[in-house]
């Protein structure tokens, strides 16, 4: 009668298994449906922004500047491209930061 309740113990699972499993089953379940949302929303994206092109009729997004079927040109909608001036004071504000960055490291860190 001992042996035999020894027994059952040691067949049993420990209590916290099935705590676990069914936690590890939601996190996966949250990751489909994450996956899910993030599908249908690129779903959603690709057809609000496609339009046909002028030239071959085969659908485009509508940010393109050139039909990646024909190659024709297209209008974008939307978007316009960055202007040169603007183009120039990032780089310049990047070309200076990142010189700041590099000077730093050379002097603190590089012995
Ligand atoms: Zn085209």
Not at 4 to 14: C, D, I, K
Not at 29 to 51: F, G, I, N, P, Q
């Amino acid at each position: 009668m001992v042996a035999g309740g020894a027994e059952t113990v040691a067949f049993s699972a420990p209590i916290w298994y099935h705590c676990f499993m069914k936690k590890k089953t939601t996190v996966y379940e949250d990751k489909l449906e994450r996956e899910e949302k993030r599908r249908r929303r690129a779903e959603e994206y690709a057809r609000k922004h496609t339009v046909a092109c002028p030239q071959c009729g085969r659908g485009v997004l509508d940010h393109m500047e050139k039909c990646p079927y024909c190659g024709g040109k297209l209008t974008p909608a939307g978007y316009t491209p960055m202007s040169k001036k603007k183009l120039l004071l990032i780089r310049g504000i990047l070309f200076v930061v990142l010189m700041a960055v590099a000077i730093v490291i050379l002097v603190f860190f590089v012995k």
